[in-house]
């Protein structure tokens, strides 16, 4: 198994390719992150050739490109959903799209050994966030709760909360709102973590392993917002 993954949907850019040749053999990760703010356009493809050439590989040999398909920044979105389709359409691999929600609470479960769930909020801007809850599921992050956009007050964990929940995402950061109301009953917060592609590719491998890849045409972005081009306040 030989997975290549993008991500672009918040500040920072990954990419991580995962090399697994076969079942017995220990994977390997190749990872290349920076955080440049914005520029991830004019980086993420020399990134790309970078690990790809680490590995000593072409894309031709790669089985699956996974990528973060959001939520996040409009733009980032974008760029990692077009960047994958492109590849995947040049060398004739399926996609895997796999939720940057999703990918931050596995950081946060791989970061908190104790809890059996991740609380994430990611920061939306216009006064709003990205977020869901995540249980951990043999060791996999999985979502038991809609990914959902809105302002801060709208958070809730689970009722009742599956075990000790940690919070994770920058929407903590952005919004001290968050941990004033729900810090008490989190057993910590991550409020640094963003979505990285090391543990996209994680949870890619599992989609490529059931037999769940895409073609590259069905590589869909996913905004929560269908009008993101206007202010929160002006949204009905």
Known sequence: MRIL????????????????????????????ELEPGRGAS???????????????LSLHALDA????????????????????????????????????LVAVAQR?????????????CNDARMREVYWTCCARDQGLARCVLPERV??????????????????????FAAYPVLAERLGPRLTGMLPEFLPRAREIVRLAAVEFAAGRGLPPEQAQPVYLRDDVARPAASRS
Request: one cysteine or more; proline letters at 11%; aromatic letters at 2%.
């Open 5 to 32: 993954a993008i991500d672009t949907a918040t500040e920072a850019c990954s990419v991580a390719l995962l090399q697994a040749p076969d079942a017995a053999a220990v994977p390997e990760l190749l990872v290349r």
């Open 42 to 56: 004019e980086l993420i493809l020399g990134m790309v050739r970078e690990v790809v050439a680490e590995a000593g």
């Open 65 to 100: 490109i996974a990528f973060g398909r959001g939520p996040g920044g409009f733009t980032g979105v974008r760029l990692a959903t077009s960047v994958t389709q492109g590849l995947a359409y040049a060398a004739g691999l399926p996609v895997i799209p796999v939720s940057d």
């Open 108 to 120: 946060a479960l791989d970061a908190a050994p104790d809890a059996t769930a991740a609380l994430v």
């Open 150 to 171: 809105g302002p801060p007050d709208t958070v809730a964990l689970p009722d009742p909360a599956p075990g000790p929940v940690v919070g994770a995402g920058r929407g």
